[in-house]
Nanobody
Framework: QVQLVESGGGLVQAGGSLRLSCAAS????????MGWFRQAPGKEREFVAA????????YYADSVKGRFTISRDNAKNTVYLQMNSLKPEDTAVYYC???????????????WGQGTQVAVSS
Protein backbone atom coordinates (compact mmCIF):
# COMPACT_ATOMS: atom_id res chain seq x y z
CA GLN A 1 0.00 0.00 0.00
CA VAL A 2 1.25 3.46 -0.93
CA GLN A 3 -0.17 6.69 0.38
CA LEU A 4 0.38 9.90 -1.56
CA VAL A 5 0.00 13.35 -0.02
CA GLU A 6 0.17 16.45 -2.21
CA SER A 7 1.02 19.96 -1.07
CA GLY A 8 1.95 23.30 -2.57
CA GLY A 9 -1.27 24.33 -4.27
CA GLY A 10 -2.75 27.79 -3.94
CA LEU A 11 -3.86 30.96 -5.70
CA VAL A 12 -1.43 32.69 -8.06
CA GLN A 13 -1.67 35.37 -10.72
CA ALA A 14 -1.23 34.53 -14.38
CA GLY A 15 2.45 34.34 -15.25
CA GLY A 16 3.37 33.21 -11.76
CA SER A 17 4.86 29.96 -10.49
CA LEU A 18 4.02 27.21 -8.03
CA ARG A 19 5.79 24.02 -7.02
CA LEU A 20 3.70 21.03 -6.07
CA SER A 21 5.11 18.24 -3.94
CA CYS A 22 3.86 14.71 -3.43
CA ALA A 23 5.20 12.71 -0.51
CA ALA A 24 4.84 8.94 -0.68
CA SER A 25 4.75 6.51 2.20
CA UNK A 26 6.46 3.14 2.17
CA UNK A 27 9.84 1.81 1.12
CA UNK A 28 9.01 0.99 -2.49
CA UNK A 29 8.73 4.49 -3.94
CA UNK A 30 11.50 3.90 -6.47
CA UNK A 31 9.60 0.93 -7.91
CA UNK A 32 6.77 3.20 -9.09
CA UNK A 33 6.52 5.49 -12.05
CA MET A 34 4.94 8.74 -10.99
CA GLY A 35 2.59 11.13 -12.66
CA TRP A 36 0.60 14.29 -12.21
CA PHE A 37 -2.96 14.62 -13.46
CA ARG A 38 -5.44 17.47 -13.13
CA GLN A 39 -9.18 17.91 -13.16
CA ALA A 40 -10.97 21.18 -13.80
CA PRO A 41 -14.63 21.67 -12.83
CA GLY A 42 -16.92 19.87 -15.25
CA LYS A 43 -14.06 18.20 -17.07
CA GLU A 44 -12.45 14.78 -17.04
CA ARG A 45 -9.21 14.14 -15.24
CA GLU A 46 -6.35 14.65 -17.68
CA PHE A 47 -2.70 13.72 -17.82
CA VAL A 48 -0.14 16.46 -17.10
CA ALA A 49 3.32 14.91 -16.67
CA ALA A 50 5.09 11.66 -15.84
CA UNK A 51 8.49 10.48 -14.71
CA UNK A 52 9.99 6.99 -14.78
CA UNK A 53 11.51 5.00 -11.92
CA UNK A 54 14.97 6.59 -11.99
CA UNK A 55 13.90 10.05 -13.08
CA UNK A 56 15.81 9.74 -16.32
CA UNK A 57 12.77 9.85 -18.57
CA UNK A 58 9.90 12.32 -18.51
CA TYR A 59 7.06 13.37 -20.77
CA TYR A 60 4.37 16.03 -20.72
CA ALA A 61 1.01 16.96 -22.08
CA ASP A 62 1.33 19.38 -24.98
CA SER A 63 -0.57 22.03 -23.02
CA VAL A 64 2.16 22.26 -20.35
CA LYS A 65 5.30 21.37 -22.31
CA GLY A 66 8.00 23.99 -21.80
CA ARG A 67 6.27 25.46 -18.73
CA PHE A 68 6.06 22.55 -16.27
CA THR A 69 8.85 20.30 -15.02
CA ILE A 70 8.41 17.02 -13.18
CA SER A 71 11.18 15.63 -11.00
CA ARG A 72 11.62 13.10 -8.22
CA ASP A 73 13.88 12.48 -5.25
CA ASN A 74 13.85 8.77 -4.44
CA ALA A 75 15.82 9.35 -1.23
CA LYS A 76 12.99 11.58 0.02
CA ASN A 77 10.11 9.54 -1.50
CA THR A 78 8.90 12.72 -3.16
CA VAL A 79 7.87 13.81 -6.63
CA TYR A 80 7.61 17.46 -7.65
CA LEU A 81 5.86 19.50 -10.29
CA GLN A 82 7.38 22.90 -10.97
CA MET A 83 4.82 25.06 -12.75
CA ASN A 84 5.96 28.28 -14.42
CA SER A 85 4.19 30.82 -16.63
CA LEU A 86 0.87 29.72 -15.22
CA LYS A 87 -2.31 30.46 -17.16
CA PRO A 88 -5.95 30.69 -16.01
CA GLU A 89 -6.64 27.48 -17.93
CA ASP A 90 -4.22 25.66 -15.61
CA THR A 91 -6.76 26.09 -12.81
CA ALA A 92 -7.68 22.62 -11.53
CA VAL A 93 -7.27 20.12 -8.74
CA TYR A 94 -3.89 18.46 -9.26
CA TYR A 95 -3.47 14.80 -8.35
CA CYS A 96 -0.32 12.81 -7.77
CA UNK A 97 -0.39 9.25 -9.07
CA UNK A 98 1.72 6.11 -8.80
CA UNK A 99 1.80 3.14 -11.15
CA UNK A 100 4.00 0.25 -12.20
CA UNK A 101 3.79 0.51 -15.98
CA UNK A 102 5.41 2.92 -18.41
CA UNK A 103 4.19 5.04 -20.04
CA UNK A 104 1.79 6.33 -17.44
CA UNK A 105 -1.90 6.15 -18.24
CA UNK A 106 -4.91 6.98 -16.12
CA UNK A 107 -6.26 3.44 -16.51
CA UNK A 108 -3.03 1.94 -15.16
CA UNK A 109 -2.66 4.00 -12.00
CA UNK A 110 -2.43 2.01 -8.78
CA UNK A 111 -2.58 4.85 -6.25
CA TRP A 112 -3.93 8.41 -6.22
CA GLY A 113 -3.36 11.29 -3.87
CA GLN A 114 -6.22 13.37 -2.48
CA GLY A 115 -5.47 16.34 -4.72
CA THR A 116 -4.38 19.93 -4.22
CA GLN A 117 -6.17 22.97 -5.65
CA VAL A 118 -4.37 25.31 -8.03
CA ALA A 119 -6.15 28.53 -9.00
CA VAL A 120 -4.68 30.99 -11.50
CA SER A 121 -6.24 34.43 -11.73
CA SER A 122 -6.13 36.57 -14.86
Amino acid sequence: QVQLVESGGGLVQAGGSLRLSCAASGRTFSSYVMGWFRQAPGKEREFVAAINWSGGNTYYADSVKGRFTISRDNAKNTVYLQMNSLKPEDTAVYYCAAGRTWPVARSRIDYWGQGTQVAVSS
